[in-house]
Nanobody, 120 residues
Framework: QVKLVESGGGSVQPAGSLILSCESSGSIYVIYTMGWYRQAPGKQRELVAQIDSRYATNYADSVKGRFTVSRDTGAKNAVYLQMNNIKPEDTAVYYC?????????????WGQGTQVTVSS
């Protein structure tokens, strides 16, 4: 069974930085995309950033120039989100996402979420 486990959330002051990490495990054959979504209270879940198997990246306009997504395709099969110049509107639960081919075929998987709270 494929699992995604996030870490690195927490409280941060405006203009601060955080790094979110997500490691995958299980029977994974090919990872097509990995990335991060977020959901703020009362809002829909939205894409923050993603990276594909060719290392092409895609960012929400609201985080361009501030956040950087990267991948480790080694044993960890991990994805990271470097968050710089964090703003109060970045407060949300951040979810790791992966689209991959595993023992159960091609599926989307989600992590359990990690809270990021921005306040002074």
């Amino acid at each position: 069974q494929v699992k995604l486990v996030e870490s690195g959330g927490g409280s941060v002051q405006p203009a601060g930085s955080l790094i979110l990490s997500c490691e995958s495990s299980g029977s994974i054959y090919v990872i097509y995309t990995m990335g991060w979504y977020r959901q703020a209270p009362g809002k829909q879940r939205e894409l923050v950033a993603q990276i594909d198997s060719r290392y092409a990246t895609n960012y929400a306009d609201s985080v361009k120039g501030r956040f950087t997504v990267s991948r480790d395709t080694g044993a960890k099969n991990a994805v990271y989100l470097q968050m710089n110049n964090i703003k109060p509107e970045d407060t949300a639960v951040y979810y790791c996402h992966a689209s991959l081919r595993g023992a159960e075929g091609v599926k989307d998987y989600w992590g359990q979420g990690t809270q990021v709270t921005v306040s002074s």
